[in-house]
Nanobody, 115 residues
Framework: QVQLVESGGGLVQAGGSLRLSCAAS????????MGWYRQAPGKQRELVAR???????NYTDSVKGRFTISRDNAKNTVYLQMNSLKPEDTAVYYC?????????WGQGTQVTVSS
């Protein structure tokens, strides 16, 4: 099992920044990728950004150039730096860990961007 705890969400004005953190614990050996997803009210959960154990990253088009995913292997933590936030970024943000065929999720953290 892998346990994930997100933090860093909150309320911010459009154009502002937030940094989300996801701390992983438990059986994290062989976790090969971690990602951030988000789900807005009435919408499906979508991938925001993903980082592999080798450091390769990918982003959904709507956040490219504004969001940056990174990881600190010593702290078993993944970050999502979000800049130039827009009201449409408002959602619950979830951390996910991929390990072989299993997917583990955190409890989510709310990000609200006011216009």
């Amino acid at each position: 099992q892998v346990q994930l705890v997100e933090s860093g969400g909150g309320l911010v004005q459009a154009g502002g920044s937030l940094r989300l953190s996801c701390a992983a614990s438990g059986s994290i050996f062989s976790v090969n990728a971690m990602g951030w997803y988000r789900q807005a009210p009435g919408k499906q959960r979508e991938l925001v950004a993903r980082i592999t154990v080798g450091g390769s990253t990918n982003y959904t088009d709507s956040v490219k150039g504004r969001f940056t995913i990174s990881r600190d292997n010593a702290k078993n933590t993944v970050y999502l730096q979000m800049n130039s936030l827009k009201p449409e970024d408002t959602a619950v943000y979830y951390c996910q860990a991929a390990k072989y065929g299993a997917r583990y999720w955190g409890q989510g953290t709310q990000v609200t961007v006011s216009s």
